[in-house]
Protein backbone atom coordinates (compact mmCIF):
# COMPACT_ATOMS: atom_id res chain seq x y z
CA UNK A 1 0.00 0.00 0.00
CA UNK A 2 3.00 2.51 1.53
CA UNK A 3 4.94 1.47 -2.33
CA UNK A 4 1.32 2.26 -4.21
CA UNK A 5 1.20 5.80 -2.31
CA UNK A 6 4.37 6.23 -3.32
CA UNK A 7 3.94 5.71 -7.00
CA UNK A 8 0.96 7.58 -6.78
CA UNK A 9 3.17 10.57 -5.26
CA UNK A 10 5.58 10.10 -8.14
CA UNK A 11 3.04 9.94 -10.97
CA UNK A 12 1.52 13.59 -9.84
CA UNK A 13 4.77 15.52 -8.86
CA UNK A 14 6.21 14.26 -12.08
CA UNK A 15 3.52 15.20 -13.95
CA UNK A 16 3.19 18.79 -12.81
CA UNK A 17 7.42 19.30 -13.51
CA UNK A 18 7.19 18.13 -16.56
CA UNK A 19 4.33 20.41 -17.81
CA UNK A 20 1.47 17.70 -18.40
CA UNK A 21 -0.80 18.37 -15.43
CA UNK A 22 -1.47 21.38 -13.28
CA UNK A 23 -3.92 22.03 -10.71
CA UNK A 24 -6.58 24.22 -12.16
CA UNK A 25 -6.68 27.92 -11.09
CA UNK A 26 -3.27 27.23 -8.90
CA UNK A 27 -2.63 30.64 -8.03
CA UNK A 28 -5.67 31.08 -6.18
CA UNK A 29 -4.65 27.65 -4.28
CA UNK A 30 -6.74 25.56 -6.73
CA UNK A 31 -10.19 24.55 -7.24
CA UNK A 32 -10.64 20.80 -5.83
CA UNK A 33 -11.02 18.01 -8.65
CA UNK A 34 -10.34 20.23 -11.72
CA UNK A 35 -7.40 20.60 -13.51
CA UNK A 36 -5.75 21.91 -15.97
CA UNK A 37 -3.50 19.93 -18.99
CA UNK A 38 -0.40 22.01 -19.90
CA UNK A 39 2.20 21.91 -22.63
CA UNK A 40 2.97 18.37 -23.04
CA UNK A 41 -0.37 17.05 -21.64
CA UNK A 42 -2.19 18.69 -24.24
CA UNK A 43 -0.33 16.95 -26.52
CA UNK A 44 -0.51 13.24 -25.15
CA UNK A 45 -4.47 13.85 -24.48
CA UNK A 46 -4.72 15.02 -28.16
CA UNK A 47 -2.76 12.06 -29.22
CA UNK A 48 -5.27 9.65 -27.08
CA UNK A 49 -8.17 11.38 -28.85
CA UNK A 50 -7.12 10.64 -32.12
CA UNK A 51 -5.64 7.46 -31.56
CA UNK A 52 -9.52 6.93 -30.53
CA UNK A 53 -11.12 9.27 -33.05
CA UNK A 54 -9.12 6.76 -36.13
CA UNK A 55 -9.62 3.46 -34.68
CA UNK A 56 -13.42 4.23 -34.77
CA UNK A 57 -14.36 6.41 -37.14
CA UNK A 58 -11.78 6.00 -39.60
CA UNK A 59 -11.37 2.07 -39.32
CA UNK A 60 -14.95 1.57 -39.67
CA UNK A 61 -17.13 2.53 -42.28
CA UNK A 62 -20.12 1.84 -40.47
CA UNK A 63 -19.40 4.45 -37.68
CA UNK A 64 -19.30 8.03 -37.71
CA UNK A 65 -18.93 11.33 -35.70
CA UNK A 66 -19.99 14.31 -34.26
CA UNK A 67 -20.25 16.95 -32.09
CA UNK A 68 -23.22 17.87 -30.13
CA UNK A 69 -23.28 20.90 -27.84
CA UNK A 70 -22.72 20.75 -24.20
CA UNK A 71 -26.09 22.77 -23.43
CA UNK A 72 -29.32 20.45 -24.43
CA UNK A 73 -32.88 20.55 -23.68
CA UNK A 74 -33.61 20.08 -20.24
CA UNK A 75 -36.03 17.40 -21.47
CA UNK A 76 -33.47 15.19 -22.58
CA UNK A 77 -32.20 14.47 -19.04
CA UNK A 78 -35.62 13.99 -17.66
CA UNK A 79 -36.28 11.41 -20.49
CA UNK A 80 -32.54 9.97 -20.32
CA UNK A 81 -33.09 9.62 -15.58
CA UNK A 82 -30.82 11.55 -14.89
CA UNK A 83 -33.19 14.06 -12.83
CA UNK A 84 -34.65 11.64 -11.24
CA UNK A 85 -31.77 8.55 -10.98
CA UNK A 86 -28.59 10.02 -11.48
CA UNK A 87 -27.83 9.89 -8.02
CA UNK A 88 -24.60 9.09 -5.11
CA UNK A 89 -25.70 7.90 -1.65
CA UNK A 90 -23.91 10.02 0.59
CA UNK A 91 -23.14 9.96 4.38
CA UNK A 92 -21.74 12.49 6.73
CA UNK A 93 -19.22 11.90 9.37
CA UNK A 94 -20.71 14.04 12.50
CA UNK A 95 -17.50 14.41 14.14
CA UNK A 96 -14.73 15.21 10.79
CA UNK A 97 -17.91 16.74 9.36
CA UNK A 98 -16.41 14.94 6.17
CA UNK A 99 -18.62 13.49 3.42
CA UNK A 100 -18.42 10.51 1.80
CA UNK A 101 -20.08 7.75 -0.75
CA UNK A 102 -21.49 5.26 1.64
CA UNK A 103 -20.95 2.48 -1.13
CA UNK A 104 -17.08 4.04 -1.85
CA UNK A 105 -16.76 3.15 2.35
CA UNK A 106 -18.07 -0.20 1.66
CA UNK A 107 -16.23 -1.09 -1.55
CA UNK A 108 -12.70 0.33 0.44
CA UNK A 109 -13.67 -2.24 3.19
CA UNK A 110 -14.35 -5.31 0.62
CA UNK A 111 -11.63 -4.18 -0.54
CA UNK A 112 -9.51 -4.33 2.22
CA UNK A 113 -10.57 -8.23 3.20
CA UNK A 114 -9.19 -9.24 -0.48
CA UNK A 115 -5.74 -7.70 0.66
CA UNK A 116 -5.94 -10.04 3.68
CA UNK A 117 -6.47 -13.29 1.19
CA UNK A 118 -3.82 -11.91 -1.23
CA UNK A 119 -1.43 -11.63 1.68
CA UNK A 120 -2.38 -15.30 2.91
CA UNK A 121 -1.90 -16.14 -0.91
CA UNK A 122 1.43 -14.58 -0.81
CA UNK A 123 2.44 -16.15 2.03
CA UNK A 124 2.10 -19.86 1.06
CA UNK A 125 3.73 -18.95 -2.53
CA UNK A 126 6.88 -18.19 -0.43
CA UNK A 127 6.88 -21.27 2.00
CA UNK A 128 5.73 -23.54 -0.82
CA UNK A 129 8.15 -22.29 -3.67
CA UNK A 130 6.96 -24.09 -7.01
CA UNK A 131 4.98 -26.83 -5.42
CA UNK A 132 2.37 -24.08 -4.68
CA UNK A 133 -0.88 -24.47 -6.07
CA UNK A 134 -3.07 -21.32 -5.56
CA UNK A 135 -6.53 -22.45 -7.19
CA UNK A 136 -5.87 -25.58 -5.11
CA UNK A 137 -5.17 -22.70 -1.82
CA UNK A 138 -7.90 -20.42 -2.38
CA UNK A 139 -10.84 -23.00 -2.57
CA UNK A 140 -9.47 -24.97 0.83
CA UNK A 141 -7.49 -22.68 2.56
CA UNK A 142 -9.68 -21.77 5.72
CA UNK A 143 -8.55 -18.41 6.23
CA UNK A 144 -9.11 -16.96 2.68
CA UNK A 145 -12.03 -18.93 1.84
CA UNK A 146 -13.23 -16.50 5.38
CA UNK A 147 -12.23 -13.50 3.99
CA UNK A 148 -13.62 -14.18 0.32
CA UNK A 149 -16.55 -15.58 1.29
CA UNK A 150 -17.09 -12.19 3.45
CA UNK A 151 -16.11 -9.58 0.91
CA UNK A 152 -18.65 -11.47 -1.26
CA UNK A 153 -21.28 -10.75 0.91
CA UNK A 154 -20.47 -7.46 1.67
CA UNK A 155 -20.31 -6.39 -1.86
CA UNK A 156 -23.61 -8.48 -2.26
CA UNK A 157 -26.08 -7.03 0.53
CA UNK A 158 -24.60 -3.20 -0.82
CA UNK A 159 -26.25 -3.90 -4.01
CA UNK A 160 -28.90 -5.25 -3.23
CA UNK A 161 -29.59 -2.63 -0.65
CA UNK A 162 -28.82 0.07 -3.49
CA UNK A 163 -30.74 -1.53 -6.15
CA UNK A 164 -33.78 -1.74 -3.66
CA UNK A 165 -33.30 1.87 -2.70
CA UNK A 166 -33.45 0.50 0.79
CA UNK A 167 -30.46 3.30 2.22
CA UNK A 168 -31.58 2.53 5.75
CA UNK A 169 -29.84 -0.55 5.21
CA UNK A 170 -26.69 0.83 3.73
CA UNK A 171 -26.18 2.73 6.67
CA UNK A 172 -27.07 -0.28 8.95
CA UNK A 173 -24.25 -2.49 6.93
CA UNK A 174 -21.62 0.32 7.89
CA UNK A 175 -22.56 0.23 11.11
CA UNK A 176 -22.50 -3.54 11.25
CA UNK A 177 -19.05 -4.08 9.89
CA UNK A 178 -17.90 -0.85 12.13
CA UNK A 179 -16.36 1.15 9.34
CA UNK A 180 -14.67 4.13 10.61
CA UNK A 181 -14.24 7.77 9.08
CA UNK A 182 -10.40 7.75 8.41
CA UNK A 183 -10.43 11.29 9.45
CA UNK A 184 -11.62 11.32 12.75
CA UNK A 185 -11.87 7.25 13.53
CA UNK A 186 -15.18 7.69 14.77
CA UNK A 187 -18.19 5.68 13.81
CA UNK A 188 -20.55 8.48 14.44
CA UNK A 189 -22.61 8.55 10.86
CA UNK A 190 -25.44 10.21 9.89
CA UNK A 191 -27.91 8.59 7.82
CA UNK A 192 -27.36 8.14 3.67
CA UNK A 193 -29.01 10.26 1.18
CA UNK A 194 -29.33 10.45 -1.84
CA UNK A 195 -27.38 13.51 -3.98
CA UNK A 196 -27.57 14.45 -7.47
CA UNK A 197 -24.62 15.00 -9.14
CA UNK A 198 -25.89 17.13 -12.36
CA UNK A 199 -24.53 20.59 -12.64
CA UNK A 200 -27.28 22.98 -13.00
CA UNK A 201 -27.13 26.54 -14.78
CA UNK A 202 -29.51 29.02 -16.21
CA UNK A 203 -29.85 29.98 -20.24
CA UNK A 204 -31.55 33.71 -20.81
CA UNK A 205 -31.07 37.25 -19.09
CA UNK A 206 -33.98 38.01 -16.70
CA UNK A 207 -34.46 35.98 -13.72
CA UNK A 208 -38.28 34.94 -14.51
CA UNK A 209 -37.68 33.73 -18.25
CA UNK A 210 -34.51 32.14 -17.68
CA UNK A 211 -34.61 28.45 -18.85
CA UNK A 212 -32.75 25.76 -15.89
CA UNK A 213 -30.35 24.17 -17.65
CA UNK A 214 -27.58 20.89 -16.73
CA UNK A 215 -23.81 20.57 -17.67
CA UNK A 216 -24.12 17.64 -19.72
CA UNK A 217 -23.24 14.94 -17.44
CA UNK A 218 -22.14 12.31 -20.47
CA UNK A 219 -22.11 13.21 -23.79
CA UNK A 220 -23.87 9.85 -24.86
CA UNK A 221 -27.47 11.69 -24.60
CA UNK A 222 -26.23 13.99 -27.67
CA UNK A 223 -25.64 11.21 -29.79
CA UNK A 224 -29.46 9.50 -29.24
CA UNK A 225 -31.07 12.61 -29.55
CA UNK A 226 -29.33 13.18 -33.09
CA UNK A 227 -29.88 9.27 -34.00
CA UNK A 228 -32.58 9.87 -36.42
CA UNK A 229 -30.27 13.03 -38.33
CA UNK A 230 -27.33 11.30 -38.60
CA UNK A 231 -29.02 8.21 -39.64
CA UNK A 232 -31.33 9.93 -42.52
CA UNK A 233 -28.52 12.60 -43.86
CA UNK A 234 -25.69 9.80 -43.63
CA UNK A 235 -28.10 7.21 -44.86
CA UNK A 236 -26.81 4.54 -42.21
CA UNK A 237 -27.79 1.14 -41.91
CA UNK A 238 -28.26 -0.77 -39.27
CA UNK A 239 -25.96 -1.93 -37.51
CA UNK A 240 -24.52 1.45 -37.36
CA UNK A 241 -22.28 3.95 -34.93
CA UNK A 242 -22.11 7.27 -33.91
CA UNK A 243 -18.78 8.35 -32.21
CA UNK A 244 -18.22 11.44 -30.30
CA UNK A 245 -15.62 13.22 -27.61
CA UNK A 246 -16.07 16.28 -25.02
CA UNK A 247 -16.32 17.30 -21.81
CA UNK A 248 -18.59 15.66 -18.99
CA UNK A 249 -19.58 17.32 -15.98
CA UNK A 250 -20.31 15.84 -12.48
CA UNK A 251 -20.06 17.02 -8.75
CA UNK A 252 -18.37 14.68 -7.60
CA UNK A 253 -18.04 14.65 -3.96
CA UNK A 254 -15.63 11.79 -3.27
CA UNK A 255 -13.27 13.64 -6.02
CA UNK A 256 -10.12 12.42 -5.10
CA UNK A 257 -7.01 10.26 -6.91
CA UNK A 258 -5.78 13.35 -8.99
CA UNK A 259 -7.34 13.09 -12.59
CA UNK A 260 -9.06 9.90 -11.93
CA UNK A 261 -12.51 11.44 -10.61
CA UNK A 262 -12.46 14.74 -11.96
CA UNK A 263 -15.61 17.75 -11.56
CA UNK A 264 -15.03 18.56 -15.16
CA UNK A 265 -13.57 15.58 -17.68
CA UNK A 266 -13.80 14.62 -21.02
CA UNK A 267 -15.26 11.07 -22.43
CA UNK A 268 -15.07 9.11 -25.66
CA UNK A 269 -18.09 7.49 -26.41
CA UNK A 270 -19.46 5.19 -29.17
CA UNK A 271 -23.25 4.36 -29.46
CA UNK A 272 -23.49 1.26 -31.57
CA UNK A 273 -27.52 0.82 -32.99
CA UNK A 274 -28.28 -2.79 -34.02
CA UNK A 275 -31.34 -4.86 -34.09
CA UNK A 276 -32.84 -6.00 -31.34
CA UNK A 277 -32.10 -9.74 -30.00
CA UNK A 278 -28.82 -9.14 -31.24
CA UNK A 279 -27.30 -6.53 -28.97
CA UNK A 280 -25.83 -9.48 -26.94
CA UNK A 281 -23.61 -10.72 -29.59
CA UNK A 282 -22.36 -6.73 -30.50
CA UNK A 283 -21.77 -6.29 -26.94
CA UNK A 284 -19.24 -9.47 -26.76
CA UNK A 285 -17.95 -7.76 -30.19
CA UNK A 286 -17.36 -4.36 -28.90
CA UNK A 287 -15.81 -5.86 -25.64
CA UNK A 288 -13.37 -7.75 -27.50
CA UNK A 289 -12.54 -4.82 -30.02
CA UNK A 290 -12.05 -2.04 -26.90
CA UNK A 291 -9.53 -4.74 -25.06
CA UNK A 292 -7.98 -5.56 -28.38
CA UNK A 293 -7.40 -1.42 -29.09
CA UNK A 294 -6.03 -0.67 -25.26
CA UNK A 295 -3.06 -4.05 -25.93
CA UNK A 296 -2.27 -2.37 -29.16
CA UNK A 297 -0.47 0.46 -26.79
CA UNK A 298 2.07 -2.26 -25.30
CA UNK A 299 0.97 -1.22 -21.79
CA UNK A 300 0.93 -5.02 -20.73
CA UNK A 301 -1.83 -7.42 -20.78
CA UNK A 302 -1.81 -7.87 -17.17
CA UNK A 303 -2.66 -4.28 -16.23
CA UNK A 304 -6.29 -4.89 -17.63
CA UNK A 305 -9.28 -7.20 -16.57
CA UNK A 306 -12.92 -6.92 -17.18
CA UNK A 307 -15.29 -6.82 -14.37
CA UNK A 308 -18.93 -7.90 -15.40
CA UNK A 309 -21.85 -5.43 -13.11
CA UNK A 310 -22.99 -7.43 -10.92
CA UNK A 311 -25.72 -4.32 -10.00
CA UNK A 312 -26.72 -3.00 -13.66
CA UNK A 313 -28.09 0.75 -14.27
CA UNK A 314 -31.60 0.94 -15.03
CA UNK A 315 -31.47 1.29 -18.79
CA UNK A 316 -29.03 -1.76 -19.21
CA UNK A 317 -29.37 -6.04 -20.05
CA UNK A 318 -25.61 -6.61 -19.83
CA UNK A 319 -22.45 -4.39 -18.45
CA UNK A 320 -18.57 -4.79 -17.91
CA UNK A 321 -15.81 -2.64 -17.21
CA UNK A 322 -12.31 -2.53 -18.64
CA UNK A 323 -10.51 -2.08 -15.42
CA UNK A 324 -6.89 -0.98 -15.60
CA UNK A 325 -4.39 -1.26 -12.73
CA UNK A 326 -3.47 2.24 -11.74
CA UNK A 327 -1.12 3.38 -8.88
CA UNK A 328 -3.47 2.67 -6.58
CA UNK A 329 -5.27 -0.65 -7.64
CA UNK A 330 -7.93 -2.28 -10.51
CA UNK A 331 -10.39 0.29 -11.06
CA UNK A 332 -12.43 1.14 -14.12
CA UNK A 333 -10.83 3.02 -16.78
CA UNK A 334 -13.53 2.12 -19.63
CA UNK A 335 -17.68 0.66 -19.39
CA UNK A 336 -19.17 -0.93 -22.40
CA UNK A 337 -22.82 -1.79 -21.58
CA UNK A 338 -25.68 -2.65 -23.34
CA UNK A 339 -28.40 -0.27 -23.14
CA UNK A 340 -30.87 -2.02 -24.63
CA UNK A 341 -33.81 0.50 -26.10
CA UNK A 342 -34.10 2.73 -23.44
CA UNK A 343 -32.78 5.80 -24.45
CA UNK A 344 -34.33 6.35 -27.68
CA UNK A 345 -37.60 5.05 -26.46
CA UNK A 346 -37.53 7.26 -23.64
CA UNK A 347 -36.67 10.30 -25.82
CA UNK A 348 -39.75 8.89 -28.45
CA UNK A 349 -41.79 9.19 -25.41
CA UNK A 350 -40.84 12.92 -24.07
CA UNK A 351 -40.59 14.66 -27.34
CA UNK A 352 -43.17 12.85 -29.65
CA UNK A 353 -40.99 12.05 -32.40
CA UNK A 354 -40.58 8.68 -33.91
CA UNK A 355 -36.45 7.24 -33.51
CA UNK A 356 -36.79 4.50 -35.29
CA UNK A 357 -35.45 2.69 -38.37
CA UNK A 358 -36.73 0.70 -41.48
CA UNK A 359 -35.17 -1.98 -42.04
CA UNK A 360 -35.74 -3.28 -45.95
CA UNK A 361 -34.58 -7.04 -44.68
CA UNK A 362 -37.37 -7.52 -42.27
CA UNK A 363 -39.37 -5.28 -43.80
CA UNK A 364 -40.46 -3.32 -40.91
CA UNK A 365 -39.54 -0.49 -38.36
CA UNK A 366 -38.11 -0.78 -34.79
CA UNK A 367 -36.19 1.37 -32.38
CA UNK A 368 -32.49 -0.07 -32.63
CA UNK A 369 -31.08 -1.53 -29.51
CA UNK A 370 -27.45 -0.12 -28.37
CA UNK A 371 -24.03 -1.21 -27.55
CA UNK A 372 -22.30 1.83 -26.15
CA UNK A 373 -18.38 1.66 -25.20
CA UNK A 374 -17.58 4.62 -23.16
CA UNK A 375 -13.81 5.72 -21.84
CA UNK A 376 -12.78 8.87 -19.83
CA UNK A 377 -9.87 10.79 -21.89
CA UNK A 378 -8.51 11.76 -18.74
CA UNK A 379 -8.39 8.15 -17.24
CA UNK A 380 -7.13 7.12 -19.83
CA UNK A 381 -4.25 9.60 -19.99
CA UNK A 382 -3.93 8.44 -16.35
CA UNK A 383 -3.22 4.73 -17.17
CA UNK A 384 -0.90 5.57 -19.89
CA UNK A 385 1.19 8.08 -18.09
CA UNK A 386 1.38 6.26 -14.65
CA UNK A 387 2.69 3.17 -16.49
CA UNK A 388 5.13 5.01 -18.69
CA UNK A 389 6.52 6.56 -15.52
CA UNK A 390 9.81 4.26 -14.61
CA UNK A 391 12.58 4.61 -12.67
CA UNK A 392 15.45 2.00 -14.52
CA UNK A 393 18.90 1.59 -12.20
CA UNK A 394 21.59 1.10 -15.06
CA UNK A 395 24.35 -1.42 -15.45
CA UNK A 396 26.53 1.61 -13.94
CA UNK A 397 24.86 1.43 -11.00
CA UNK A 398 22.97 5.06 -11.89
CA UNK A 399 19.53 5.61 -12.27
CA UNK A 400 17.14 7.33 -14.43
CA UNK A 401 13.81 8.77 -14.64
CA UNK A 402 12.10 7.42 -18.03
CA UNK A 403 8.36 8.31 -19.41
CA UNK A 404 8.08 5.35 -21.71
CA UNK A 405 5.03 6.81 -23.45
CA UNK A 406 3.66 4.60 -26.62
CA UNK A 407 5.62 6.66 -29.31
CA UNK A 408 2.58 6.80 -31.31
CA UNK A 409 1.10 9.05 -28.15
CA UNK A 410 4.19 11.26 -26.77
CA UNK A 411 4.21 14.89 -27.03
CA UNK A 412 7.35 15.26 -28.64
CA UNK A 413 8.63 12.85 -31.33
CA UNK A 414 12.14 13.91 -31.34
CA UNK A 415 14.95 16.41 -29.80
CA UNK A 416 17.74 18.03 -31.76
CA UNK A 417 20.64 18.74 -29.94
CA UNK A 418 24.15 20.48 -31.30
CA UNK A 419 26.48 18.97 -28.94
CA UNK A 420 28.06 22.51 -28.48
CA UNK A 421 26.49 25.82 -28.75
CA UNK A 422 29.23 26.99 -31.15
CA UNK A 423 30.84 25.99 -34.28
CA UNK A 424 27.92 26.17 -36.83
CA UNK A 425 26.40 23.32 -34.93
CA UNK A 426 23.34 25.06 -33.46
CA UNK A 427 22.57 26.34 -37.25
CA UNK A 428 22.36 22.80 -38.45
CA UNK A 429 20.26 21.42 -35.66
CA UNK A 430 17.87 24.37 -36.68
CA UNK A 431 17.74 23.41 -40.51
CA UNK A 432 17.44 19.82 -39.02
CA UNK A 433 14.09 20.66 -37.13
CA UNK A 434 12.68 23.10 -39.73
CA UNK A 435 12.53 19.99 -42.23
CA UNK A 436 11.21 17.39 -39.31
CA UNK A 437 8.83 19.82 -38.21
CA UNK A 438 6.42 19.42 -41.14
CA UNK A 439 5.40 16.13 -40.18
CA UNK A 440 5.86 15.85 -36.27
CA UNK A 441 6.57 18.12 -32.94
CA UNK A 442 9.80 18.51 -32.71
CA UNK A 443 12.04 20.77 -30.23
CA UNK A 444 15.53 21.88 -29.66
CA UNK A 445 17.58 22.03 -26.57
CA UNK A 446 21.24 23.61 -26.48
CA UNK A 447 21.39 23.88 -22.82
CA UNK A 448 23.70 21.60 -20.19
CA UNK A 449 25.77 18.57 -20.84
CA UNK A 450 24.64 15.77 -23.86
CA UNK A 451 24.12 13.74 -21.25
CA UNK A 452 21.75 15.85 -18.91
CA UNK A 453 20.14 16.79 -22.07
CA UNK A 454 19.44 13.16 -22.61
CA UNK A 455 18.27 12.53 -19.36
CA UNK A 456 15.79 15.56 -19.61
CA UNK A 457 14.41 14.10 -22.56
CA UNK A 458 13.90 10.41 -21.28
CA UNK A 459 11.53 12.43 -18.39
CA UNK A 460 9.34 14.41 -20.68
CA UNK A 461 8.84 10.94 -22.65
CA UNK A 462 10.63 12.15 -26.27
CA UNK A 463 11.06 8.69 -28.32
CA UNK A 464 14.10 10.23 -29.93
CA UNK A 465 17.29 12.56 -29.40
CA UNK A 466 19.14 13.67 -32.45
CA UNK A 467 22.77 14.68 -32.14
CA UNK A 468 24.56 17.24 -34.25
CA UNK A 469 28.29 16.84 -33.33
CA UNK A 470 31.40 17.92 -35.69
CA UNK A 471 31.11 14.71 -37.64
CA UNK A 472 27.86 16.22 -38.82
CA UNK A 473 29.51 18.75 -41.06
CA UNK A 474 31.91 16.82 -42.77
CA UNK A 475 29.54 13.55 -43.54
CA UNK A 476 25.69 14.88 -43.14
CA UNK A 477 25.21 12.43 -40.31
CA UNK A 478 23.65 12.60 -36.82
CA UNK A 479 23.66 10.14 -33.94
CA UNK A 480 19.96 9.37 -33.08
CA UNK A 481 19.42 7.73 -29.14
CA UNK A 482 16.38 5.55 -28.70
CA UNK A 483 15.09 6.29 -25.23
CA UNK A 484 13.63 2.98 -24.76
CA UNK A 485 16.58 1.15 -25.39
CA UNK A 486 19.38 4.47 -24.89
CA UNK A 487 20.89 2.62 -28.17
CA UNK A 488 22.75 4.97 -30.07
CA UNK A 489 23.32 4.58 -34.35
CA UNK A 490 24.70 7.16 -36.72
CA UNK A 491 22.56 7.42 -39.26
CA UNK A 492 21.95 9.98 -42.57
CA UNK A 493 20.10 13.27 -41.92
CA UNK A 494 18.46 12.76 -45.10
CA UNK A 495 17.22 9.12 -43.73
CA UNK A 496 15.34 10.44 -39.71
CA UNK A 497 11.93 11.38 -41.32
CA UNK A 498 11.48 8.22 -42.12
CA UNK A 499 13.40 6.44 -38.91
CA UNK A 500 11.11 8.68 -36.79
CA UNK A 501 8.24 7.83 -39.13
CA UNK A 502 8.44 3.80 -38.58
CA UNK A 503 8.13 4.00 -34.76
CA UNK A 504 5.52 7.24 -34.49
CA UNK A 505 3.46 6.46 -37.11
CA UNK A 506 -0.71 6.24 -36.60
CA UNK A 507 -1.12 3.81 -39.32
CA UNK A 508 1.30 1.67 -38.18
CA UNK A 509 -0.10 1.20 -34.84
CA UNK A 510 -4.25 1.05 -35.85
CA UNK A 511 -1.81 -2.18 -37.48
CA UNK A 512 -1.67 -3.14 -34.23
CA UNK A 513 -5.43 -3.32 -33.36
N1 LIG B 1 -22.50 7.10 -21.03
C1 LIG B 1 -22.16 6.17 -20.04
C2 LIG B 1 -21.35 6.73 -18.96
O1 LIG B 1 -21.17 7.93 -18.86
P1 LIG B 1 -19.95 6.09 -16.86
O2 LIG B 1 -19.49 4.73 -16.40
O3 LIG B 1 -20.66 6.94 -15.90
O4 LIG B 1 -20.85 5.79 -18.13
C3 LIG B 1 -17.95 6.36 -18.50
O5 LIG B 1 -18.70 6.87 -17.42
C4 LIG B 1 -16.48 6.62 -18.31
O6 LIG B 1 -16.26 8.00 -18.07
C5 LIG B 1 -15.88 5.91 -17.10
O7 LIG B 1 -15.48 4.59 -17.42
C6 LIG B 1 -14.68 6.79 -16.79
O8 LIG B 1 -13.58 6.43 -17.60
C7 LIG B 1 -15.16 8.18 -17.20
N2 LIG B 1 -15.58 8.95 -16.01
C8 LIG B 1 -16.75 8.89 -15.36
N3 LIG B 1 -16.79 9.76 -14.34
C9 LIG B 1 -15.59 10.40 -14.34
C10 LIG B 1 -15.00 11.42 -13.53
N4 LIG B 1 -15.68 11.99 -12.54
N5 LIG B 1 -13.75 11.82 -13.81
C11 LIG B 1 -13.06 11.27 -14.84
N6 LIG B 1 -13.56 10.31 -15.63
C12 LIG B 1 -14.82 9.88 -15.40
Known amino acids: MKNQEDKFKKVISHAK ?30 NIREYWWKAMVQMNENIVGLDS ?38 EDYAEKLNLKAKKEIAKAVKRFGDAFNENEFITTNPRVLKYLSKRDEVLKRMGESLENEDLVEVKNLIEELEIACPVSGSKNWTDVKQFNLMFGTKLGASADSAMDLYLRPETAQGIFVNFANVQKTGRMKIPFGI ?19 M ?57 ADIEFDFPFGFKELEGIHSRTDFDLKAHEEHSGKKLQFFDHEMNKSYVPYVIETSIGLDRMFLSVFSTALQNEVLEDGSERIVL ?58 TPFCITVDHETKNDDTVTIRHRDTMQQERVKISDLKSIILKEVSLSNWLHKI
Open 17 to 46: EYGYVFQSSEIYDGLSAVYDYAQNGVELKN
Open 69 to 106: AIFMHPTTWKASGHVDAFNDPLIDNKDSKKRYRADVLI
Open 243 to 261: AQTGKAFRNEIVARQFIFR
Open 263 to 319: REFEQMEMQFFVRPGEELKWYEHWKEKRLNWHLSLGLGKENYRFHDHDKLAHYANAA
Open 404 to 461: KLPAVLAPTKAAVLPLVKKDGLPEIARTIINDLKFDFNVSYDEKDAIGRRYRRQDAVG
